[in-house]
């Protein structure tokens, strides 16, 4: 058997001094990287909101709409590089891992053909797993929706409380919490992004004046809001559309009211309590 000489002292020194080197390395290298990336998403959006800012007493509508999408930006920039962020540590960690392993005398080819072997083997079965990942990451880095967002995700209608990388969690309307994988959405509606519009159909009898109902439910809307305190929340004026549907017994008004994203079903049940109480004032007939 062929005798295998102890290593020296020198040769110990030198193994420990190159350990030591790699591993500092790789933590001075992963805070370069991670100030990097806090820094870019950091800055995304800033430019609009010091704008919504300086203009504090001023704000406009397309301020506003300006500054939300600023914030959005950031939102977003602020999730995908946390995202990327775990990505690169756990990159370059496993890089100085493996690096020190080799400076050990640790052979590292049966490791790296095992873990191929190992990983095409969890890839079979576990496709569903890695669709999930996929799609949380195409998610994020699309700004399909974010955590607060009001969705529709197909069979879970709710604010988002979470978003990761396998699962999205929604909250619905009466408390129930869903837990929905990524790899399974096939379609998002978001209605908090840039702005909403809260919707007001007021059932009309077929023989009424409909200029003169298109006047008040008009006004009775621009009062509601200014008396309820929605001013904040809305970006842009109620407008009366018309009618939006006629049938035998009656015909629908319609008016539109555009708000803050997530605001508009708080304005809408203003507004339709006032249309309805100002036109029943008025003599106004509605439909049965």
């Known amino acids: 058997m062929p005798f295998s000489p102890a290593p020296t002292l020198d040769a110990l020194v030198h193994t420990g001094v190159q350990v030591a080197l790699i591993v500092v390395v790789a933590v001075v290298v992963r805070a370069v990287v991670i100030r990097i990336i806090g820094h870019a998403s950091a800055g995304a959006g800033v ?4 704008t919504l800012l300086r203009r504090r007493r001023g704000i406009t509508d397309a301020d506003r709409i300006r500054a939300f999408g600023s914030a959005r ?3 977003r920039a602020r999730t995908v590089g946390s995202v990327i962020g775990n990505a690169a540590t756990i990159l370059i960690f496993g890089t100085a891992f493996t690096m020190a392993l080799g400076q050990v005398g640790v052979n590292l ?11 095409l083997a969890v890839g079979f079965g576990a496709q569903n797993l890695v669709r999930d990942f996929l799609s949380g990451i195409f998610m994020l880095l699309e700004d399909q929706y974010g955590v607060g967002d009001h969705v529709d995700l197909g069979d879970a209608v709710g604010t988002i409380e979470r978003v990761g990388l396998r699962t999205t969690t929604v909250r619905d309307v009466a408390g129930m919490v869903w837990y929905v994988r990524n790899g399974t959405i096939e379609r998002v509606g978001n209605g908090s992004q840039d702005h909403a519009v809260a919707v007001v159909d007021v059932p009309l009898a077929i023989d009424t004046d409909i200029t003169h109902a298109a006047a008040v439910a008009g006004s009775a809307a621009a009062t509601a809001i200014d008396e309820a305190g929605h001013g904040d929340d809305v970006l842009a004026g109620p ?3 018309g009618v939006e549907s006629l049938s035998a017994s009656g015909m629908t008004l319609r008016l539109t009211v555009t708000t803050e994203p997530g605001r508009q079903w708080a304005v809408q049940r203003t507004v339709t ?3 309805v109480a100002a036109l029943r004032a008025d003599e106004v007939a509605l439909a049965a």
Not at 47 to 50: I, K, M, Q, R, S
Not at 109 to 119: H, I, K, T, W
Request: cysteine-free; hydrophobic content about 55%.
């Open 73 to 75: 930006r950031a939102q």
């Open 239 to 241: 407008r009366v559309l």
């Open 273 to 275: 309590e006032r249309v």
């Open 47 to 50: 430019p609009g909101l010091v």
């Open 109 to 119: 080819a049966p490791v790296l053909a095992s873990a191929g072997v190992l990983g």
